[in-house]
């Protein structure tokens, strides 16, 4: 069946500790992956977009890279701040479906201490 | 502010009934997408609609339509509404299609009662 995990226990570290989040996936083609933030009560904010064809992309203190042939994404928040504390989701779109169609994983809850 | 607008922000209604849920996209956003976010099922898609024409579709219950009108306000109607309908339902615009973010707007809290 098809499958987008990311870890469902809260992500719990120290300020200016650098952040790692996984986003593994299971039968799916991606045609490419996005992360998105998204705060208690709020909707998901965008924050990078990375293709099937790129292994890395940066933003500021966010990186995200693609591993097609693992099967996952992984997502970074160096100098992480309290601030950063949220839900992060990752969502994918497959070649199918006319790239319409995004396809979110359950999010992994992010608490920075100070 | 994402610049998507969504009215009403809670919703109270009882079981049978039916509602209509309204989205206004970011200026100059030409897609709008529909996703239901329940606890145990997280984000699910449910419709696109591209400058008026529907263009693709998740899970999406028969009991529940969507349109995307000449000004590109979308509605999502829901109806004969089960106590399992409850959650929130987001929308999302986006400039064209396929590879773009989307932006998404704070959703509609449905409580059926």
């Known amino acids: 069946s098809q499958k987008i995990e990311q870890n469902s226990e809260a992500l719990n570290i120290q300020e200016g500790k650098t952040a790692t989040l996984t986003c593994n996936y299971t039968?799916?083609?991606?045609?490419?992956l996005q992360w998105y933030r998204q705060d208690p009560g709020r909707g998901p904010v965008f924050l990078l977009l990375i293709r099937e064809n790129e292994k890395e992309k940066r933003k500021e203190r966010l990186k995200v890279t693609f591993d097609t042939t693992l099967k996952q994404s992984l997502f970074h928040i160096t100098a992480s701040q309290p601030a950063d504390s949220a839900t992060y989701l990752c969502?994918?779109?497959?070649?199918?479906?006319?790239?319409?169609?995004?396809?979110f994983g359950a999010g992994t809850r992010l608490a920075v201490h100070p | 502010d994402s610049g998507v607008t969504q009215t009403p922000k809670h919703l109270i209604t009882a079981t049978g009934q039916r509602v209509t849920l309204r989205c206004s996209p970011r200026s100059g956003d030409l897609s709008v997408y529909w996703y239901q976010q329940s606890l145990d099922q997280g984000l699910q898609f449910l419709i696109q609609?591209?400058?008026?024409?529907?263009?693709a579709k998740g899970n999406i219950l028969e009991r529940f339509s969507a349109q995307q009108f000449p000004d590109l306000h979308s509605e999502l109607n829901l109806s004969s509404l089960e106590l399992g309908d409850s959650a929130l339902y987001f929308c999302?615009?986006?400039?064209?299609?396929?590879?773009?973010?989307?932006?998404f707007g704070d959703g509609t809290r449905l409580s059926i009662l």
């Open positions: 039968n799916y083609s991606p045609a490419y």
């Open positions: 609609y591209y400058n008026g024409e529907e263009r």
């Open positions: 969502a994918l779109v497959p070649f199918s479906g006319g790239y319409n169609k995004l396809i």
């Open positions: 999302a615009s986006s400039v064209g299609e396929g590879n773009q973010p989307q932006h």
